[in-house]
């Protein structure tokens, strides 16, 4: 059984900073890609920042050179350093990772979190 935890959250002033991170246990292979997104009421959600085992890194255009998405493999944790905050980065953030659980391709599955909310004040 896989479980995911997020934590961080909270409130954070415009232009301040806030990490957020996920950890996620149970019984695996390893962890292929970690993925940060972001939703708010009425509205889709979205791809923040992804961190592939490659080495890959991805930003949307709305939070690039100030967050940054990093992972610590042996701990399975993924974290998504905010920085310079604005008020339109609030919303509930998602943590997904995609779990492999062997070598064989396509034995993984994509797991998410539960969402935790960033709110910003001014």
């Known amino acids: 059984q896989v479980r995911m935890a997020e934590s961080g959250g909270g409130s954070v002033q415009a232009g301040g900073s806030l990490t957020l991170w996920c950890t996620i246990s149970?019984?695996?292979?390893?962890?292929?890609?970690w993925g940060w997104y972001r939703q708010v009421p009425g509205k889709q959600r979205e791809l923040v920042a992804s961190?592939?085992?490659?080495?890959?890194?991805v930003y949307a255009d709305s939070v690039k050179g100030r967050f940054i998405i990093s992972r610590n493999n042996p701990e399975n944790t993924v974290y998504l350093q905010m920085r310079h905050v604005r008020p339109e980065d609030a919303a509930t953030y998602y943590c997904?990772?995609?779990?492999?659980?062997?070598?064989?391709?396509?034995?993984?599955?994509?797991?998410w979190g539960q969402g935790i909310q960033v709110t910003v004040f001014s």
């Open positions: 997904k990772a995609y779990v492999v659980f062997s070598t064989v391709p396509g034995d993984g599955k994509d797991y």
């Open positions: 961190a592939s085992g490659d080495g890959t890194f």
């Open positions: 149970g019984s695996f292979f390893g962890i292929n890609e």
